[in-house]
């Protein structure tokens, strides 16, 4: 009889410890309760971001007004100031940013990787691209356009390219193509590595446009070396919705990210990056688009 309540304390503890499992495994799966919301947001760009104040973020080096980096090791352009913007909001100074090159047949294996935690680099969002990686935003939404001499009055349109027009992009890039498709099946496309050399091209009349989204063609134009003598024709014929490029799953920072690319347009922030970087090509600076309405 004696043996009784030792096997009844024996049966109470054995009780108490699968609780205090069940409730540990809870908790480090992240599937409920607390614990699993904490570990969620753990590995997300908003806890990096808050906990080391550190970011490591891709652009582009190669577009002016756009993502450059210039010969002094900086970095200049619209991309360059909404990430500063974006990152500054979630917690990180401009020097606790590490920017990288992020060259367009590479940004969805540079996040995928975690070789950066966010990708401003005229990162179009693409049905083939979600399913990849998610974004933030839009906070552009650009137009393919034509570069041209800014006293050439023939060329109004990607239609007005007839009579054997040369009409040049880069290597790989479907733009020019599309032009000839749709538009002017007799321009002749040429094709260079770099858009600098398109633009170069230009200038020295052995082409005669350029086309790609337009807010990087307003940043060539803007250079001080074409300023007033290239502009860009305004008269686009497609939407490329811009977006912050994160990380599959990060919920937590499509959301943080949004919120303050809401709050740099609704400050004023987002029409001045665009009118430093852009406005003194004479683009027409467009309207904001809503972020979050992808």
């Given amino acids: 009889m004696r043996q009784f309540p030792r096997i009844g304390a024996a049966v109470a503890a054995l009780g108490l410890a699968a609780a205090l ?13 607390d614990g699993g919301s904490s570990k969620g947001s753990a590995s997300g760009v908003v806890a990096k971001a808050q906990n080391s104040k550190k970011l490591t973020i891709g652009i582009k080096f ?40 992020a060259k367009s047949a590479n940004r969805e294996n540079l996040l995928k990787t975690g070789q950066v935690d966010l990708i401003f680099a005229s990162y179009s969002i693409t049905e083939k691209r979600q399913a990849e990686v998610d974004f933030g935003g839009p ?14 009055t023939a060329l109004t349109g990607p239609e007005s390219l007839t009579g054997g027009k040369k009409l040049c992009s880069v290597t790989g890039s479907t733009s020019a193509q599309k ?14 590595s770099k858009y600098s050399d398109c633009v170069s091209a230009l ?15 307003a940043g060539y134009a803007a250079q001080s070396q074409y300023k007033g003598k290239l502009k860009v ?10 977006g912050v490029g994160i990380k599959k799953g990060d919920t937590s ?34 309207s904001p688009p809503n972020p979050g309405t992808i």
């Fill in 21 to 33: 499992a069940a409730c540990g495994s809870r908790g480090d799966g992240g599937t409920s309760g």
């Fill in 62 to 101: 190669d577009q002016p007004g756009v993502g450059l980096k210039t010969p002094d090791g900086s970095y200049a352009g619209f991309d360059v100031d909404v990430a500063k913007y974006v990152a500054g909001k979630l917690g990180v100074p401009a020097d606790g940013i590490t920017f990288v090159e």
């Fill in 139 to 152: 906070y552009f939404i650009a137009h393919q356009d034509l570069l041209v001499r800014a006293d050439d």
């Fill in 179 to 192: 032009v000839k498709d749709t538009y002017a099946k007799g321009v002749q496309l040429q094709e260079y």
């Fill in 203 to 217: 200038f020295s009349k052995v082409i005669d446009a350029v086309t790609t989204d337009d807010v990087i063609l």
């Fill in 233 to 242: 024709v305004g008269n686009g014929f497609s939407d490329e919705k811009y």
């Fill in 253 to 286: 920072g499509v959301a943080a990210v949004n919120k303050a690319l809401t709050e740099m347009i609704s400050d004023g922030s987002w029409k001045k990056a665009l009118d430093d970087n852009v406005g003194p090509s004479g683009y027409q600076i467009p």
